[in-house]
Every structure is written in structure tokens, then in C-alpha cells.
């Protein structure tokens, strides 16, 4: 993408031949074609490529997926199954439109990639929501059952406005101060995990093309404050308004956001 580095740039491999090996949290997984994993050229220790093999790398910026420097630490390298569910989805769109050099420049592609680019938003969602699920268990499993109710309470009173670290304690009958050392020993506070799921929610309402929400709407529904504060909170997590991300993952007349490229393992 004009204008853009490299460091501003998340690229997602699609597996077409070949062997190709994912290195994430100590596990190696081969890779079967059309199967997906998200990379950064930053981090090429996490892909070991074989003879002859071949991946398809889309280039999308960072912003449009509305991803963090957590949430893109806790997807990267994560191998997606392109034979089933949104995988296959994805994989096979994607393919399709590297396949389709001609509609790269036309208003035709230009849909296609912002279709694309919704598309992946989706993928990024299902993984860290994955990824949620994944760790409350391993909380569950080592003792600390009470975290993993305090989420699944979280969860459930998302939209009342008078969520609260003391709400939460008191729910829990425990102490304020006991409430911030389970999140701080889980790297984070109760307000950042609240505020989090909050706009991850609200991100995913503006991007349905089949619900166009005002954003007051949903920033009242989902208990932000103020239309303000929800504008000024999505702009420091995603790097846009909420109103350029509901145009982003809307609209079918942006100018195309991915460029497709190939790499071979040498």
C-alpha cells in the first residue's frame, strides 16, 4: 500500500503446495493447502518453509482490521483450518481473488478487496475471541475459577451502564482491591478488560452491513458514557473513528485496502 511500512502492515499467508511448518507457543503445525495464519516479516521464525513450496501473502494495514499490539501478539502465527467454517470461507475468497489479476485496478476489485478486508476483521475476531475462551479455561484448570466467573459476569452485564469494578466485587463478594490483583496477575485491569469487550462488541454491530446503527446507538447500548467519550476511546484502540470503521467494513465503494502477493520457500 502506498504510503504505508511494513510495520503498519499485518500479512496473512494462504498455504497453496508444499511443506510449511507454523512455530507458535512452542508447537509446530504443518500446514495443509488452503489453510491460513496470520505473520509479521518482523517475526519469519514462525513460518519454516520446505522445498517447493508455495504461500499466497495479502498485505492489509493494521488499521483496518482494528487490531491492538496485544490482540495482534495473541493471533499471529495462530494456524487457521481452511477446510472448515470461516476458514474455508476466507481461504477460498481469497484465493479466488489473487486468481483474478484483471479485477486488481477496476471498481470491481476494489469491492473484492474491501470485501476481503471485512472478511479478515471477521477472522481476527473469531481467533481472540478463541483465544479468550482458551485461557479461561487454562485459569480454570489451574485453581482460579474465580477469574473465570468474573468474566463470564463481565459478559453478561456488558450493557449496563453501571458496570463497575465495585459492582463486580460486590456481586462476587470479594474486596475491590482482591478484584484488581486477579486481573493484574492476568496482565491488565478490571476497566481495560470491561472497556476491551466493550468496544469489540461495538465493533463488530458497526461492521454489519445488514444493521447500519448509529454510533450513539451503539455506544448507549453497549454502556459507553457519551457518544464523545466512545468516538475518543475506538479512535486510541483501532486508530480510527467508529464512523470510518462503519464505512470501512460497509462500504462497498472504498478504494481497495489489500494487495496480493506470492512467496516461495527457497
Known sequence: ?????????????????????????????????????????????????????????????????????????????????????????????????????????????????????????????????????????????????????????????LMDPDLSPESIARAHHISVRYLQKLFQNDGTTVSQWVRQRRLEFCRLELGRSNRRSTMAAVAHRWGFSSPSHFSRTFRGAYGMSPSQWQALATSAFAPATAGAQTGRGR
Request: hydrophobic share 40%; charged share 25%.
Open 1 to 157: 500500500m502506498p504510503g504505508t511500512s511494513d510495520g503498519d502492515d499485518v500479512y496473512l499467508g494462504v498455504h497453496v503446495r508444499g511443506p510449511v511448518t507454523v512455530v507458535h507457543a512452542g508447537a509446530r503445525t504443518q500446514l495443509d493447502p488452503n489453510d491460513l495464519v496470520f505473520c509479521d516479516p518482523a517475526r519469519r521464525h514462525l513460518l519454516r518453509f520446505g522445498e517447493d513450496c508455495r504461500m499466497i501473502f495479502f498485505r492489509v494495514p493494521r488499521c483496518y482490521l482494528g487490531v491492538t499490539e496485544p490482540e495482534l501478539d495473541q493471533i499471529l502465527g495462530v494456524p487457521v483450518r481452511g477446510g472448515e467454517g470461516l476458514g474455508a470461507l476466507v481461504s477460498d475468497f481469497l484465493t479466488a481473488l489473487a486468481a483474478e489479476a484483471e479485477f486488481h485496478r477496476s471498481t470491481i476489485g476494489d469491492r473484492r478487496a474491501r470485501t476481503a478486508v471485512h472478511l479478515l476483521s471477521v477472522l481476527v475476531v473469531e481467533l481472540l475471541e478463541a483465544g479468550t475462551a482458551d485461557g479461561a479455561d487454562r485459569a480454570s484448570g489451574t485453581g482460579n475459577e474465580m477469574l473465570s466467573r468474573i468474566r463470564a459476569h463481565i459478559e453478561d452485564h
